[in-house]
């Protein structure tokens, strides 16, 4: 029996021993997992007690991950909250209304100062380059000066219009404007010398009387009405953008044909010779028609008017 016994004893020892290789692979696995369920249980603790929303999650991503690469450029307004940062991009700025192009419908106004004198405009836009622009001028002022001894006191009445066509050849500011000029010009002076004083006509020398003593009047003319002009300048006062306020300048001439001037003289005037009356005496007479004549021949060197002008004008 004991015999029986002590080989049941080992067998059951022996057995014993041959199960524990088997049994430690599946110890350490169950070791595996509790430490994982310690884990778990460890971060659940952890955790607020108000969990993030998805949608919250989603705010708190960085915007710029549903923006396109232009947009990513735009400036971009913070605001700060719970969730996080959140950048809004602005909205795109309203695109500014252009002026009105249409000929005959739109216009723009201006004022100028020129050598024509003060002046108003008006201008319509034709084509995409090219303004139809007219205008008036008026100037009138006392402008004395002497020739040879001889005073004049001149008082000068300027009216004039003017039509051009405007042509932007670069699509800018810079213009060619041709165009037509309406004057009416005179010029008209008394003409005096001082009593007792020397004065010259043509190559005669006078010296004046202090009786009666040399005065008279002295006038002034253009001989045509209508003249070609061409102007340079900067500005368009019709811009094609959305500015409304311009500032022209001009630059140009005007073919009016040289100016002619005419001088009258009556009163008594003395040479070596003696003392003469302009009014009967044909020497004297001959002398001031030498005068003019000189005049004019300087008057001939400039044919064209000078057109220099500043102003400032408002699209409609």
């Known amino acids: 029996m004991m015999t029986c016994a002590s080989t049941s004893v080992l067998q059951i020892t022996v057995a014993s021993r041959k199960s524990v290789p088997m049994l430690r692979p599946k110890l350490a696995v169950l070791l595996v997992l509790l430490s994982a369920s310690l884990s778990v249980t460890t971060a659940q603790q952890q955790t607020p007690s108000n969990p993030v ?43 500014k209304k252009l002026p009105s192009q249409r000929p005959f419908r739109t216009a723009a106004f201006g004022i100028k100062a020129n050598t024509l ?53 670069l699509g800018h500011s810079f213009h060619i404007s041709p165009g037509i000029l309406y004057s009416k010009n005179t010029v008209s002076s008394t003409a005096t010398v001082p009593a007792g004083q020397n004065f010259s006509l043509g190559d005669q020398d006078f010296v004046n009387s202090v009786v ?82 000189k005049i004019n021949e300087d008057l001939k060197r400039v044919p064209v008017y000078p057109i220099l002008s500043l102003g400032v004008a408002y699209h409609f």
């Open 117 to 169: 004198g003060a002046g108003a405009e008006l201008a319509t836009p034709l084509f995409r380059r090219f303004n139809l622009r007219s205008g008036v001028n008026f100037l009138a002022f006392a402008y004395p000066f002497g020739i040879d001894g001889v005073n004049y006191d001149a008082n000068l009445h300027f009216r004039s219009s003017q039509s051009t066509l405007d042509w932007f050849p």
């Open 53 to 95: 929303a998805p949608s919250q999650l989603a705010l708190a991503l960085p915007a710029t991950a549903s923006l396109s690469t232009e947009e990513l450029h735009r400036p971009t307004a913070e605001s700060s909250s719970a969730e996080g940062v959140i950048r809004v991009a602005p909205a795109p700025p309203k695109a």
């Open 212 to 293: 009666d003593p040399v005065h008279g009047n002295m006038s002034l003319a253009y001989p045509r009405n209508f003249s070609p002009m061409l102007l340079l300048g900067f500005g368009n006062i019709l811009p094609r953008t959305s500015r409304r306020l311009s500032i022209p300048v001009e630059l140009g001439v005007a073919y009016t044909g040289a100016p002619t001037i005419n001088v009258n003289l009556t009163g008594t005037a003395c040479t070596n010779q003696g003392c003469t009356s302009f009014a009967s005496n044909s020497e004297a007479q001959a002398s001031l028609t030498q005068e003019i004549k």
